[in-house]
């Protein structure tokens, strides 16, 4: 079993930064890639980022390249989402995710692991 924590969500203004993290617990060796997903009220979930075993290979979201950085330490069992330049477009829960798979995916349906989430809202 892995239970996933996520935190570092809050209130911040247009153009300002956020750490998002997530930390594992359990049979961690479950997780081989993990992903951040996103979302608002009245939408659907959609991706954000993912990383691999490894965390050398990334994805993002079109819509938050260049101002998201997702990473992840092993070692900790952690991943975290390093937020900048943010929108009020990016206002929404944020959701860490994990699947046994070595290779990522952009769907949710594919993750079996899944954070209670954490808020993120950008706003004046």
């Known amino acids: 079993q892995v239970h996933l924590v996520e935190s570092g969500g809050g209130l911040v203004q247009p153009g300002g930064s956020l750490r998002l993290s997530c930390v594992a617990s359990?049979?961690?060796?479950?997780?081989?890639?993990m992903a951040w997903f996103r979302q608002a009220p009245g939408k659907e979930r959609e991706f954000v980022a993912a990383?691999?075993?490894?965390?050398?290979?990334?994805e993002h979201a079109d819509s938050v390249k260049g101002r998201f950085t997702i990473s992840r330490d092993n070692v900790k069992n952690a991943v975290y989402l390093q937020m900048s330049s943010l929108k009020p477009e990016d206002t929404a829960a944020y959701y860490c995710?994990?699947?046994?798979?070595?290779?990522?995916?952009?769907?949710?349906?594919?993750?079996?692991?899944w954070g209670q989430g954490t808020q993120v809202t950008v706003s004046t």
């Open positions: 995710a994990g699947r046994r798979s070595q290779f990522y995916s952009r769907r949710w349906s594919d993750y079996g692991y």
């Open positions: 359990g049979n961690f060796f479950s997780i081989n890639s």
């Open positions: 990383v691999a075993w490894r965390g050398d290979i990334t």
